[in-house]
């Protein structure tokens, strides 16, 4: 079975510090894995695919299949990217989901 | 305005009672799901349908049942609810199954007394 771990319930750093948030996945198959955002009264949205291979408002996700990992990352964070960042594993048509990180960027 | 809907938007009602979650969607998407997010904000997918078709069904219990009148929509049923429903469920919808990427809903915050 699949399974998305997000380690950090919460990470708080200061605007213009680096940040990372990481997600570990267990999955058999070939991977494929997401990242989604969740704004203040805002819904669930997409924020970047691995297979896109793109940055998206400054963050990106490398893949890395020998350690199972999809960290997301941005040089420097913005007061703006305060949200809900859930990594998510699409395995046999269907999203499983971490348990989420709340950012918080300090002014 | 494009975009996936859900009503009501809160629920409150009393353990026992049965209650819906309406979700309609204006993309013309062919999937449609329902996810549950628990007050620990844990986001699990309930159920998923294709074309009008149910395709994924992860242990839910069957006081839950889905109904989707046509590919735009997607309705929840719940039976006798317990105490341990209250949560906030969230309908998504994507262009297939695959490697799409999911529109969610605002979400409907269920409250059980």
Known sequence: AQRVTQPEKLLSVFKGAPVELKCNYSYSGSPELFWYVQYSRQRLQLLLRHISRESIKGFTADLNKGETSFHLKKPFAQEEDSAMYYCALNAGNMLTFGGGTRLMVKP | ?113
């Open chain 2, 1 to 113: 305005d494009t975009a996936v809907s859900q009503t009501p938007k809160y629920l409150v009602t009393q353990m026992g009672n049965d209650k819906s979650i309406k979700c309609e969607q204006n993309l013309g998407h062919d999937t449609m799901y329902w996810y549950k997010q628990d007050s620990k904000k844990f986001l699990k997918i309930m159920f998923s349908y294709n074309n009008k078709e149910l395709i994924i069904n992860e242990t839910v219990p069957n006081r839950f049942s889905p109904k989707s009148p046509d590919k735009a929509h997607l309705n929840l049923h719940i039976n006798s609810l317990e105490l341990g429903d209250s949560a906030v469920y969230f309908c998504a919808s994507s262009p297939g199954t695959g490697l799409y990427e999911q529109y969610f809903g605002p979400g409907t915050r269920l409250t059980v007394t």
